[in-house]
């Protein structure tokens, strides 16, 4: 078991047996909560995407190409459910995102 300290008051100290048990349960239900906040980012993202292109529709210039990108961009949630597939989404090389999806055609 690893030593955790606490500030009370400005104080460090360890922490007790109640403070551990719930230091672990915040961080346990953070973790287990990544899944939902990686999505909610690829959401994001894809939304961003969208309303960027919105207006493509509206004047009637549209290609097919970009109808499709369009489709396959608001196809994501359901196309990608695993967390592992939620990092290929999300993977930046110098801050840019990598995955194919987000590349206008």
Same mark, same amino acid.
């Given at each position: 078991? =690893?030593?955790?300290?606490?500030?009370?008051?400005? =104080?460090?100290?360890?922490?007790?047996?109640?403070? /551990?048990?719930?230091?672990?349960?915040?961080? #346990?239900?953070?973790?287990?909560?990544?899944?939902?906040?990686?999505?909610?980012?690829?959401?994001?993202?894809?939304?961003?995407?969208?309303?960027?292109?919105?207006?493509? =529709? #509206?004047?009637?210039?549209?290609?097919?190409?970009?109808?499709?990108?369009?489709?396959?961009?608001?196809?994501?949630?359901?196309?990608? #459910?695993?967390?592992?597939?939620?990092? /290929? /989404?999300?993977?930046? #090389?110098?801050?840019?995102?990598?995955?194919?999806?987000?590349?206008?055609?």
């Amino acid at each position: 078991m =690893v030593d955790r300290y606490i500030s009370d008051n400005g =104080v460090r100290r360890l922490a007790t047996a109640d403070e /551990l048990a719930e230091i672990n349960a915040r961080e #346990t239900a953070w973790s287990n909560d990544a899944p939902n906040r990686k999505l909610a980012e690829i959401r994001k993202i894809r939304n961003k995407k969208l309303q960027e292109t919105d207006w493509l =529709v #509206t004047s009637e210039q549209i290609t097919d190409a970009e109808k499709t990108w369009r489709e396959n961009l608001r196809k994501i949630p359901q196309d990608n #459910t695993t967390e592992a597939e939620y990092d /290929l /989404l999300l993977a930046r #090389t110098d801050g840019k995102l990598t995955h194919s999806i987000w590349s206008k055609p």
